[in-house]
């Protein structure tokens, strides 16, 4: 699965968006959730995102219409344009225009979306459980229509009755297309066996059951006929043969698909409906799920860093601080207090999530907007440039996806060329088109300023060496072991008068497999160390660090004279790791003395737990 929407913002029109508050949400994953209170906006959300997603592009259309009006009426005060017959009329006209189209943005979501070739295809889900319809009651004729529902949007809720309807259509026809006699044209009979054979997979993926049939036809549902279906399978049964036969039944799994899932919990078993999602994310490939749910246990099998709270109209970011969900839900502390009872710790709950990602290699990230990182990193490039007075050359050391790059572009556009000339190092292959790509975007070609290989760096750049090298969550995912021979080569590619910009989350969120001893976060002064600054000398390394997540302090950017590069040694590199374990047991020791036993504390409890056990073993290593 891949986003489709990756994030979005609702104006302040509370009117037009049905009481949903002026909200933004970014960073939307491809199953997300949306929990809260009753009455709190949940299935209003869903609704109106089922509704305006579609709409490829409509607000950037809309909004860039509104910027042309107001250019335009600018026009008519300045009086720049060719003299106007009567500019105060065309003036009054112009105004109503810019009123309208202001009002129609005003309705509008603005959505930030993946790249994707069409519009997608939204479809919103309620489950009701009523009656299924009994295909024997109607003809053919009649059944046969309800193969043919379909459009952009689809609220598919409202058809439950019609599922063994849809069923017998589709069986029936692509039986009929088999035959010899068969009329269906050659296209659509190979379209009929596609749609069988997608919806026949699903039904045995999520029922463990095969449709079959015999003369007539006689069709069943795992050795049940349609007709007995009703008394005969339970609610659960009968939501997953709904959810698969109207979500499926005329739709591709290459489509852009945006399953809006509404409290879709409801006569479902927890284990079943985790299930679900398992096999949706395996089978949509370009697909993606919003759900608005109170049930705890599928907010855990989803993610808590994949969730939203929704109160009053409101939408806020909540997987940092899943208390709030978990109050809400169950109705504040003496709740709390028994869910603590059947279940672990939040504290322990994080710790167990960090020790588990820390057996996973580290992912990469791609570019967003108002990364703080990012903005970090330009702030630095700037003030080189402005203390060289000329275009600097950057090389992005680990570059990954051209993140760097990406937001650069966003934020200074044509402008960014002027500012520094980038090049981008990365030795794992896995994103190399993508940043290629972002390169050539914005200077005509990556010939040249993308090298996969040490070796290549040094033939390319042919003596004009860099004013800054960007190590922007790189430092870490290098071994300790490593540090002394990166940085001396990373030394051979600077000026006299180059740096080098260490951007690091000193709290980083999630663990990480990077290397043999896992990951060394090292911090400001483990860097002055490792370098052997003198304590005289720490003024040239110039250390910006900004609060992130409610952490103050937390995002930390150092850069680093090129000449202290050269004093890196085996014995700078212990002084380092000594201290990063140093300083990991004592805010163990802190956090565990607090008393603090929220899922934050966990969070970096497991992370110092790490550092000190990392660190160790980089230490007996090196010894």
């Known amino acids: 699965m891949q986003p489709i929407i990756e994030g979005f913002s609702i104006p302040d029109n509370p009117q037009a968006f049905a009481g949903l508050k002026a909200s933004t949400v970014s960073r939307l994953p491809e199953i997300a959730i949306f929990t809260g209170p009753n009455g709190g906006g949940k299935t209003r959300l869903l609704k109106i995102i089922a509704g305006q997603a579609p709409n490829y592009q409509q607000w950037l259309v809309r909004s860039q219409h509104l910027d042309d009006l107001r250019r335009v009426h600018s026009s008519i005060l300045a009086r720049t344009s060719i003299p106007r017959a009567n500019p105060e009329q065309e003036l009054a006209h112009v105004n109503r225009q810019i009123a309208q189209v202001e009002q129609e943005v005003s309705s509008l979501i603005n959505f930030q979306y993946r790249e994707i070739a069409t519009s997608p295809i939204a ?9 299924f319809t009994d295909p024997a009651r109607l003809t053919f004729a009649q059944a046969a229509g309800f193969l043919n529902q379909g459009g952009t949007i689809r609220n598919i809720s409202g058809s439950f009755a019609n599922t063994l309807l849809t069923v017998q259509s589709l069986v029936s026809n692509y039986l009929i297309s088999r035959s010899e006699e068969s009329e269906f044209p050659k296209g659509e009979s190979a379209e009929l066996k596609r749609k069988f054979e997608g919806l026949r997979e699903l039904i045995a993926a999520l029922l463990g059951m095969d449709i079959t049939w015999t003369a007539g036809p006689a069709i069943s549902i795992g050795g049940t006929p349609l007709g007995a279906i009703s008394n005969t399978f339970s609610q659960g049964q009968k939501w997953l043969l709904h959810f698969a036969t109207n979500a499926y039944a005329d739709i591709t799994l290459d489509d852009s698909i945006l399953l809006c899932l509404d409290e879709p919990e409801l006569h479902l078993h927890p284990a079943a409906l985790n299930q679900i999602l398992d096999i949706l994310r395996r089978t949509l490939s370009h697909g993606q ?3 608005a749910t109170h049930s705890i246990p599928l907010i855990a099998h989803v993610g808590y860093e994949n969730t939203w709270f929704v109160s009053q109209g409101r939408i806020s970011y909540a997987g940092r601080n899943p208390e709030t969900v978990i109050n809400g839900l ?3 502390a003496a709740g709390v207090g028994k869910l603590r009872d059947l279940l672990s710790e939040p504290d322990s709950a994080a710790i167990s999530r960090f020790a588990l990602e820390s057996l996973i290699n580290p992912k990469v990230v791609a570019a967003r907007s108002s990364d703080p990182q990012a903005r970090q990193i330009l702030d630095s490039l700037r003030a080189k440039r402005d203390e060289l007075g000329r275009t600097i050359r950057v090389l992005d050391y680990g570059a990954g996806k051209g993140r760097l790059l990406d937001i650069a572009e966003d ?15 990365d030795p794992s292959r896995e994103n190399a088109e993508i940043c290629r790509a972002a390169i050539a975007r914005v200077y005509g070609s990556a010939d040249g300023k993308y090298f996969g290989n040490k070796s290549g760096i040094a033939e390319a750049i042919a003596g004009q060496r860099f004013d800054v090298v960007v190590l922007c969550n ?22 006299e ?8 989350d000193s709290l980083l969120p999630h663990g990480e497999h990077a290397h043999g001893e ?9 860097l002055r160390l490792l370098f052997a600054v003198k304590s005289q000398e720490a003024t040239m390394m110039t250390t910006a660090r900004i609060s992130y997540s409610d952490t103050p302090d937390r995002l930390m950017c150092v850069s680093i004279p090129a000449k202290f590069l050269s004093q890196i040694s085996r014995e700078t590199v212990q002084s380092a790791l000594t201290y990063i374990k140093q300083h990991a047991s004592q805010r163990i020791q802190e956090i565990r003395a607090s008393g603090d036993a929220s899922f934050r504390a966990g969070l970096q409890h497991a992370l110092y737990l790490h550092q000190f056990a990392n660190s160790t073993f980089a230490l007996k290593r090196l010894t």
Not at 411 to 425: I, N, Q, R, T, V
Not at 474 to 495: A, C, M
Not at 518 to 526: P, R
């Open 123 to 131: 479809l919103y889900f309620a489950p009701s459980i009523t009656d």
């Open 289 to 291: 799920i919003l759900i």
């Open 330 to 332: 169950v109705g504040g």
């Open 411 to 425: 934020e200074m556009g044509g402008e960014l060329p002027s500012l520094f000339d980038y090049y981008a190092f």
């Open 474 to 495: 790189v430092v870490h995912e290098i071994s300790p072991l490593d540090w002394q021979e990166e940085f001396s080569f990373i030394r051979t590619l600077l000026n």
């Open 497 to 504: 008068d180059g740096v080098v910009l260490i951007v690091e």
């Open 518 to 526: 896992g990951f060394v976060i090292a911090s400001t002064e483990a």
